[in-house]
């Protein structure tokens, strides 16, 4: 039972050319995250949304946008990517408070490539 | 400020031997740990958490972990690899206070390899 899904798993894009990633959430956590992660990094995050409100990383850039228009869906835009935004992107989601709100569910990520 | 440390960035084990992956972590409140596993191309799937209960925690795949405050530490164990344990382990601490959301501190990762 997939519970945080990614689409598409595989992504390729043009340098300077828009591209959205997508994540949905069956959990119905309150919580969706962004993260970017490196060949041989840790994930680092980008931004989150509790609910529906926005929370960006202090360095995270501006080329990096991200839509939330429902519980279940969450969007990474990149408006022009460049080669070093080549990563995979990983989404994840936790309830809202309480005990154990802070575990985050990851979804199975999407790899973007930049031509 | 929360951090954690992953003392070794690769660790290669014979299948069957045992697995230790070391974990320290600094925290100011009590933290929640976690342990995740990454498998190539693949997202982050949790093994198990520490929330304040018992100290030794089970998680999937027969591996467990033990909170050992007076060390700050939270050390991975499997008792005898599988080929398939093969992944990247991130050590994980959430900056979570007081129940309230937070962020999740990772460790730079450790990569295990396992011999036939």
């Known amino acids: 039972d997939a519970m945080v899904i990614q689409n598409p798993r595989y992504q390729v894009t043009q340098f300077g050319k828009p591209v959205t990633l997508s994540c949905s959430q069956t959990?119905?956590?309150?919580?969706m995250y962004w993260y970017q992660q490196k060949s041989s990094q840790a994930p680092k995050l980008l931004f989150h949304?509790?609910?529906?409100?926005?929370?960006n990383e202090a360095d995270t850039p501006d080329n990096f946008q991200s839509r939330r228009p429902n519980t279940s869906f969450c969007f990474l835009d990149i408006r022009s990517p460049g080669l070093g935004d080549a990563a995979m992107y990983l989404c994840?989601?936790?309830?809202?408070?309480?005990?154990?709100?802070?575990?985050?569910?990851f979804g199975p990520g999407t790899r973007l490539t930049v031509l | 400020a929360q951090s954690v440390t992953q003392l070794d960035s690769h660790v290669s084990v014979s299948e069957g031997t045992p697995v230790l992956l070391r974990c320290n972590y600094s925290s100011s409140y009590s933290p929640s740990l976690f342990w995740y596993v990454q498998h190539p191309n693949k997202g982050l799937q949790l093994l198990l958490k520490?929330?304040?209960?018992?100290?030794l925690v089970k998680g999937i795949n027969g591996f467990e972990a033990e909170f050992k405050k007076s060390e700050t530490s939270f050390h991975l164990t499997k008792p005898s690899a599988h080929m398939s344990d093969a992944a990247e382990y991130f050590c994980v601490v959430s900056e979570t206070l007081g129940g309230s959301q937070g962020n999740l501190i990772f460790g730079k990762g450790t990569k295990l390899s396992v011999k036939p």
């Open positions: 949304y509790y609910d529906k409100d926005f929370n």
């Open positions: 959990l119905n956590h309150n919580v």
């Open positions: 994840a989601t936790s309830r809202e408070g309480g005990l154990g709100a802070d575990t985050q569910y």
């Open positions: 520490y929330t304040s209960a018992a100290t």
